[in-house]
């Protein structure tokens, strides 16, 4: 099989990329580990920026996104007892939307099928040779046979566990890495919003996260031991930590429901630099990972495909290369900038075993800064949605 670009992955990155390439008239392959109800069913981000709408619109998939994704002007914050908001669209003109992952994945996917797109689901032993030379090729074992598919250009869009990132050699990449000793347990809930906007809330039992998902699903999240075991919760048990650290004391609390499912989230930091080696290209969580709090981790997957979108087409079009060569050095300012604002939030927000009475008061005098304050709050409100210069 001859294709001009073979991607590794149909998240967001994969799927995304393959298509935009596609309304460009560059053809593509696009490999996956899973089977498409699985990626179409599993349940993980939801918070969208204007600019990863506005390239989901691009490419065509963005007319359900609009219809039933919900707008969101700001997030709460809980603290102390007391909710404050950041009002995002008062302090940066811009709104974020909430439409979960698993549904742009299945517009991504009914797109890339309605315009013949190459997407090989349940593939095993995916591997990648000749990146150092002009003719890379990718194998892969479809319905019990081996293939190979030869393209001009890997890219890498296979998450933090894929094999894109281990066939850039050791010497030519440096891993930043921070591992956090707390955890999310998740929760989805059928029941109705408990609030109209996000809540992210600090209490010294743990930071708790209450989302939603649609007028009738709701995500929450709270903050646990990433050992820890679902089976050790009970709903009884959940509920009444979700109450303690989410509930405010004018009366404003947690709206209960049948939970129907429950799963533990470690948290992390990392940063591959470089994300490109010879004719092969990193994308999304491949290449980084950021804790979810600050909701960073789809917008960056689709902020690299924009840049590298726009690289491969300057390629194929005009027959250049220094969008290619530049790439990595792109797409890792906006990486930057997102690890750090989801790091710092995750700093304020989590309680920290290591941080002593001292920094634990630091930690809520940060809150009363963001809350109170102008200036913070508008840095605080342009990172959230994706409007920093970088
Ligand atoms: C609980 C949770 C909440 C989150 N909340 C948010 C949020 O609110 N906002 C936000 O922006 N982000 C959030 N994220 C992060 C977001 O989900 C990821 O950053 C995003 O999925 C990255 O997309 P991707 O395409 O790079 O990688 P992935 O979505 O991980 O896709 C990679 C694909 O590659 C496939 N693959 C792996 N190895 C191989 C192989 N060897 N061969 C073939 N295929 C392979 C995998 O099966 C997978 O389908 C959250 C994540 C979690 C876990």
Not at 126 to 143: A, M, N, Q, W
Not at 184 to 199: K, M, N, Q, R, T
Not at 295 to 317: E, H, I, P, S
Request: aromatic fraction near 8%.
């Amino acid at each position: 099989m001859r294709t001009q670009v073979g991607i590794i992955g149909a998240g967001p990155a994969g799927l995304l990329l393959s298509h935009l390439l596609h309304l460009r008239g560059i053809d593509s392959v696009v490999l996956e580990r899973r089977g498409r109800d699985e990626i179409e069913s599993t349940i993980r981000a939801g918070v969208l920026e204007q600019g990863t709408m506005d390239l989901l619109t691009e490419a065509g998939v963005g007319e359900r996104m609009k219809a039933e994704g919900a707008v969101h002007h700001g997030f709460e914050l809980a603290f102390e007892g007391q909710r404050r908001r950041i009002d995002l669209t008062g302090l940066t003109g811009k709104s974020i939307t909430v439409y979960a992952q698993h549904e742009v994945l299945k517009d991504l996917v009914a797109a890339r099928v309605a315009a013949g797109g190459k997407v090989f689901f349940n593939v095993s032993d995916t591997s990648i040779h000749g990146i150092e030379t002009d003719h890379p090729s990718l194998r892969f074992v479809y319905e019990g046979e081996p293939h190979e598919v030869q393209c001009d250009y890997v890219i890498g869009c296979d998450g933090f566990h894929g094999v894109s990132r281990a066939a850039i050699p050791a010497v030519r990449r440096e891993d930043y890495e921070r591992v956090f000793p707390f955890g999310w347990f998740g929760i989805l809930v059928e029941a109705p919003p408990s609030s109209d906007e996000l809540i992210y809330a600090r209490h010294e039992r743990g930071f708790a996260l209450v989302s939603t998902r649609s007028p009738n699903v709701q995500r929450m999240y709270f903050q646990c031991d990433p050992a820890d075991s679902v089976d050790r919760w009970s709903d009884d048990r959940i509920w009444s930590e979700l109450h303690a650290r989410v509930d405010s004391s004018d009366g404003q609390h947690v709206v209960e429901g049948r939970i129907f499912q429950k799963n533990i989230v470690g948290m992390r930091s990392f940063v591959s630099a470089t994300m490109q080696h010879g004719r092969l290209f990193l994308a999304g969580d491949a290449a980084h990972i950021v804790p979810p709090t600050g909701a960073k981790g789809l917008n960056l997957a689709v902020a690299d495909v924009r840049v590298l979108t726009a690289a491969l087409v300057a390629f194929y079009k005009e027959g250049r290369t220094d969008l290619l060569d530049a790439y990595s050095e792109t797409a890792l300012r906006r990486i930057w900038r997102a690890e750090h604002f989801s790091y710092w939030m995750t700093r304020m927000m989590h309680r920290l075993d290591d941080a002593s009475p001292f920094e634990q008061r630091l930690q809520v005098a940060e809150l009363e800064h963001v809350t109170t304050s102008r200036a913070a709050a508008t840095a605080m409100a342009e990172n959230y949605v994706g409007a920093v210069a970088v």
